[in-house]
């Protein structure tokens, strides 16, 4: 038999035709649905009359736009509160499981998932909503959809799909101290750019991501995106099987076991080859951060932000991006003062997270200049975060913990970074205005993100480790 | 879905790299219900100042430029999956983005909205750019059937790939729903198939 990477094994086996000189037309196991993305496709399905053909594979939730405080109270934003009210609207008229505002399982789409156990290995998952690529922290091809195919999916639980090349990102290895999975993917996305996946499914591999646990594999499956990527994917293994073993809706005793043996078979065959291939050593990651306005204008924090590039089309954008940032070629970011900094959005507000940074400040306090906001990732994440008392350790700190959302990842709801501002964001893109016209946006690690809080400037967190 | 089959236009140029999708319609403004109206906020932080006036510099605002045709820079659409950025795009009046490069999903969408991503080699982009911007009145022509994009004053041209099956559905105003819905059968066989193969694969051995 031919040698096949995990991508192929479950792309293959979930092909229900191949359209000829065309796309296949591949299955879907799990549909997440949100929002923003969906009220024109279920306005789709309704001119054609037709149902949603699984509803019992379609799980919504309310994330992008709802207020993270006061949620009890109806949405302000009259905008907003149509969105999230059509949603319920269309989950009711169409028989889907909705976990809105006020459901104890409500939080971003791509941490309720995994933390439900409705994300498990050898599936195919799409969503309206480009971090998607989250769940391939599971062994799962899992990608973001548009709306006219979230309306495909819905109407017949397909979707169109011309299969992606394979890129394979080996990383050995052991992280250093202080060193997190949000710098590795940080990192990586500076050496290949923003494009340098474009068309690939990408498989991380390595020592170095097998010692990581979910939480920190979803971080980096998150930002595959990020390097253009479709999605990305890591093999499941013991870590995998552990974090799933009892969650909510998980097949539980016998039925784990026997799952088990089918995602035990879910890896790359040893003569597999993939499209291109990219190794990197653990040792040589830093805590990172980025000073431009796309992920991967990013740097290690004790360098410089780099000197104009030669390039005469990427000078333009060059100053462009740094003149947005009112930052200079060459200059030092150690030191540069912080405004905001926002911990949260499906890339870092886990529960792992949390316990990180309230590690870092337990019996310190932040900074005076800065306004810090930490907006756990699900109902679970702040539940979980409160019997663990980290609640308190926050707000002794003086920070302020919200109620779980997107919140500040996108300037789409009430929480936004005001023009001209910097704000240190465990979120995963620093593009012109995504959190708020005009404001300026640095993507780094929540140790990172937590460092600038206790000092109001950019640090090297180890510096703060060494004497904590 | 909109035809289309041939189109010769003005093209407006934008000369920037990275166009993420935050740029071509900001989030604040995907609260819609429907797929209408994007048009009016394309571009919207660049194409307004901090003062919500018309910001003279940027080229949809500068009247010399016209056309059905965006001509933009390597690596088109990166960033969100939001399909509003292609509504925006195909509501504003464009037919077709030429650029160096586009982002998957970006392209994805377009193509599913009948607008015609036209990816070209970064020498004849960079060309496309010089003769637009020197003559905003010079005319460029994109066919679908022969995939070619000319630039008629100077005769010179250059083929541009799309995947066989997306031709066939926009030339025919074709789509993906239709063609998914008429499978309908052959999807209860698979789901049958997928069920035996989980069995065989997890049942003790
Ligand atoms: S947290 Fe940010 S990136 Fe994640 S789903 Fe929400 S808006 Fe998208």
């Known amino acids: ?468 | 879905m909109k035809k289309f089959e041939k189109l010769t236009s003005t093209g407006i140029p934008l000369p920037l790299e990275n166009i993420d999708t935050d740029q071509i319609i900001p989030a604040r403004f995907l609260k819609a219900t429907n797929r209408e109206g994007f048009g009016d906020n394309l571009f919207r932080d660049w194409r307004y100042t901090k003062g919500e006036q018309l910001n003279p510099e940027f080229v949809l605002n500068q009247n010399k430029y016209k056309g059905e045709i965006l001509i933009a820079g390597k690596n088109f659409g990166c960033g969100s999956s939001r399909e509003h950025a292609a509504w925006a795009i195909a509501d504003y009046g464009f037919r077709v983005v030429v650029s160096s490069f586009f982002a998957d999903i970006f392209k994805n969408n377009a193509l599913n909205n009948g607008l015609l991503p036209v990816q070209v080699s970064q020498e004849f982009l960079n060309k496309l750019l010089q003769a637009v911007s020197k003559n905003p009145e010079s005319k460029l022509t994109v066919d679908l059937e022969t995939q070619k994009i000319t630039l008629e004053e100077t005769g010179e041209k250059e083929g541009f790939e799309i995947n066989h099956y997306k031709k066939y559905c926009l030339i025919n105003g074709y789509d993906d729903i239709d063609f998914l819905l008429s499978k309908k059968e052959a999807i209860e066989v698979f789901e049958k198939k997928k069920d035996e193969f989980l069995k065989a694969k997890t049942e003790a051995v």
């Open chain 1, 1 to 468: 038999m031919q040698a096949k990477t995990l991508f192929d094994k479950i792309w293959d086996q979930h092909v229900v035709e191949s359209v000829e000189n065309g796309p296949d037309i591949v299955y879907i196991d799990r549909h997440f649905i949100h929002e923003v993305t969906t009220p024109q496709a279920f306005n789709g399905l309704r001119q054609r009359g037709i149902p949603v053909a699984r509803p019992k594979q379609t799980i919504a939730t309310a994330d992008h736009n709802v207020p993270t405080k006061d949620q009890h109270l109806p949405i302000r934003e009259a905008l907003s509160r149509t969105q999230v009210e059509t949603l319920t609207k269309n989950c009711a008229d169409f028989g889907i499981e909705l976990y809105g505002l006020g459901h104890p399982y409500q939080g971003i789409v791509h941490v309720i998932g995994p933390e439900l156990g409705i994300t498990q290995p050898g599936m195919t998952i799409v969503c309206g909503d480009s971090h998607t690529s989250t769940h391939g922290a599971f062994g799962s091809i899992a990608f973001g959809i548009g709306t006219s195919e979230v309306e495909q999916v819905l109407a017949t639980q397909c979707i169109l799909q011309a299969k992606p090349k394979k890129m394979k990102i080996e990383i050995n290895g052991e992280l250093k101290e202080g060193v997190t999975s949000k710098d590795i993917i940080l990192y990586v996305i500076s050496k290949i750019s923003t494009s340098g996946g474009t068309g690939h499914f990408v498989e991380f591999c390595g020592s170095a991501i097998q010692s990581l646990s979910m939480e920190a594999r979803m971080t980096i499956c998150n930002m595959s995106i990020e390097m253009g990527a479709r999605g990305g994917l890591i093999a499941p293994d013991e870590i995998t099987f552990e974090y799933i073993r009892n969650k909510e809706f998980a097949p539980k005793g016998e039925g784990f076991d026997q799952m088990m043996k089918y995602w035990k078979s879910l890896a790359t065959d040893e003569e597999a080859v993939f499209d291109k291939e990219y190794q990197f050593d653990a040792n040589d990651i830093e805590p990172m951060i980025t000073y431009g306005t796309n992920p991967g204008m990013g740097t290690k924090i004790v360098q410089p932000v780099p000197e104009m590039p030669f390039a005469e089309d990427e000078r333009a954008n060059f100053s462009k991006a740094l003149n947005y940032m009112g930052l200079h070629a060459g200059e030092s970011l150690e030191g540069h003062p912080v405004d905001y900094v926002f911990i949260g959005s499906c890339t870092n507000s886990r529960i792992e997270d949390l316990r990180q940074a309230a590690d870092l400040i337990r019996g310190r306090k932040k900074s005076d200049k800065v306004e810090a906001w930490i907006v756990p990732g699900s109902k679970q994440v702040e539940e979980q975060a409160r019997k663990e008392g980290l609640d308190k350790i926050f707000e002794a700190a003086g920070f302020e913990i919200r109620q779980p959302g997107c919140s500040a990842c996108l300037g789409m709801n009430e929480d936004k970074i005001p023009a001209g501002k910097y704000c240190v964001s465990t979120s995963n893109r620093n593009f012109e205005g995504r959190q708020g016209p005009g404001a300026r946006t640095m993507l780094a690690s929540p140790l990172t993100a937590m460092a600038a809080a206790l000092t109001g400037k950019i640090v090297d967190v180890r510096n703060l480790l060494s004497n904590n």
